[in-house]
């Protein structure tokens, strides 16, 4: 093998941002659409659950792509915009074979199963911060069944008398594993003990075992360094570069 | 009749999936975990189609598959056949296991497997009866006595389901049955080691000592730290293999 130096930290971020980049140009392709399903609401019309199933094949073509890292996408609409229907999904998951299937989870807030997504975290944060999210790495138990990562975009509205309406998210799902084959190539060269963590301190993936993927680290207060603000902060020997605009960031721990 | 139980799951009929693929992992497995021992004559393609419920063309490719991976070697003729190989030309084969699983992945099933021999060595020291300590010592020995990489995974192997049988649980020895096939290659290589093997033999002692004295606390908190210090060991040669591999590949 050619011998190489070692990557530079901005190198690291560089190919994080390209690889998350990928995954939110899929999910804004599906916000292009759901924004003009989603139309009417803006014009003072009711809405359906069946107005927004047409998003079902722009969903069913993205989770088509062969070596997508996709297993799962949709839209996931707010509370109170449809006439039909409270609580609303049109998301659909890659099974075994690769093909898609939709998700039919239980959204009868009557019912003792009720999933009600209105308080997860993939939902809630660009509801609040009007803003783009990377939920994970976590075990989601309800649609892929893996270590997962789920990115979502916000969807807003303005209604003739209600105003500025939240009107859901769309979003895709990649698993973990995905982004740990493509980040330790370029994390093995690196000398020092390396992570990709999210703003709680979770690992993503890193070059050491002691790092486990999915493991809070101790070694550094992620979140006091995340609270600092954007750009690179420094404490106790550990370094941790946030990414621009998402909710990542690289650690350089001290060796 | 432990053995045999090994045995069966190895032959139990398959689900659906790649289904050549399945049969080679499956037949591989036993190998490697040495339920199918060097120079044993596999049955015939006919009975394994039957037993595996595939077609016989599934069979051949599967046992064209072992044969490029030196598992399995065929033999023409009057007493010919299909006989399993020594499992250390499989070697390379278990590497390519350590580089299909992501860091996650392999944490994972390190987890799930502590999760099942904790507890089987935590209910061990409340149940092995004489005989299954002697059988869990003897197990120490066949390990402190392998003098290569197929014999100290076997070895490996064979302690752990033999620890979940003197918990007395069925579900928890075919727990760990099922387990090895995965957990075997994956954690149990990267010890096939001299320094690691005669760590590994201090571990599966003080894990008899304390089932033998009843302690089950202790007895969980070693056969825990046992795992976990292959896991250290299997992420290693992993991030290894893995800061090797082409970041666009699958």
Redesign the interface.
């Known amino acids: ?1 050619p011998t190489t130096s070692a990557p530079t930290v901005a190198e690291v971020a560089d190919r994080v941002v390209a690889l998350c980049e990928t995954t939110f140009a899929a999910v804004d392709g599906l916000r292009g659409v759901a924004d003009q399903l989603l139309l009417p609401f803006s014009q003072g019309a009711s809405l359906a659950a069946a107005d927004v199933a047409p998003i079902d094949g722009p969903v069913r073509q993205i989770l088509d792509v062969p ?1 997508s890292p996709l297993v799962g996408a949709g839209l996931v609409v707010a509370p109170d915009v449809l006439v039909d229907a409270r609580h609303w999904m049109q998301w659909w998951t890659r099974d ?1 074979d690769g093909q898609p299937q939709q998700l039919q989870p239980e959204l009868d807030a009557e019912e003792e199963s009720f999933w009600d997504y209105t308080v997860l975290p993939w939902f809630t944060v660009p509801r609040e911060t009007g803003h783009r999210h990377v939920t994970g ?1 976590y075990v989601d138990w309800l649609c892929t069944q893996e ?1 997962t990562l789920t990115f979502t975009v916000p969807v807003f509205g303005t209604h003739p008398e209600r105003g500025r309406c939240h009107l859901g998210v769309v979003g895709a799902d990649i698993v ?2 995905w982004l ?10 690196m000398d020092g003990p390396v992570a990709l963590v999210n703003a709680e301190g979770r690992v993503v ?6 790092l ?3 493991a809070v680290l101790r070694q550094a207060d992620v979140p006091a360094l995340w609270r600092r603000g954007p750009g690179d902060a420094t404490s106790g020997g550990a370094t941790l570069h946030r990414l621009s605009d998402l909710p990542l960031g690289v650690l350089v721990l001290a060796s | 009749m432990r053995s045999d139980g090994g045995r069966a799951a190895v032959f139990a009929p398959l689900e659906s ?1 790649r289904r050549a693929d399945a049969v080679v992992r499956r037949l591989a497995d036993g190998i490697a975990l040495g339920l199918l021992v060097p120079d044993e004559q596999l049955p015939s393609e006919t009975e394994l189609a039957d037993t595996f419920g595939v077609s016989p063309v599934t069979v051949r490719e599967a046992l064209t598959a072992l044969r490029e991976q030196g598992l399995v070697a065929t033999r023409r003729g009057r007493g010919g056949g299909s006989f399993v190989r020594d499992a250390r030309a499989g070697a390379s084969a278990l590497h390519e296991r350590l580089r299909a ?5 392999l ?2 099933l390190a987890d799930h497997y502590v999760a099942v021999t904790g507890t089987a060595a935590l209910l061990a020291a409340a149940r092995a009866g004489e005989q299954d300590v002697a059988l869990l010592t003897a197990g120490v020995g066949e390990l402190e006595r392998a003098t290569d990489a197929g014999g100290r995974r076997r070895a490996e192997s064979r302690f752990h389901v033999e620890l979940a049988a003197a918990a007395q649980s069925p579900r928890l020895t075919r727990a760990e049955i099922a387990l090895q096939t995965e957990v075997g290659p994956l954690l149990w290589l990267p010890t096939a080691t001299p320094a690691a093997q005669a760590e590994q033999v201090r571990q599966h002692a003080a894990i008899v000592e304390a089932v033998a004295a009843g302690d089950g606390q202790r007895a969980r908190a070693h056969a825990v730290a046992h795992v976990y210090a292959a ?2 060991r299997a ?2 040669l992993q ?2 293999l ?7 590949g ?1």
């Open positions: 093998m070596r075994d790495p270590y973990a594993s740990e084959r493509r980040l330790l190539p370029l994390l093995h060269r993936v890193a070059n050491r075992p002691a486990v993927t999915g | 999936g699983v992501s860091p996650s992945e944490r994972d896991l250290a992420s290693v991030l290894g893995l800061g090797e591999l082409d970041p666009d699958d």
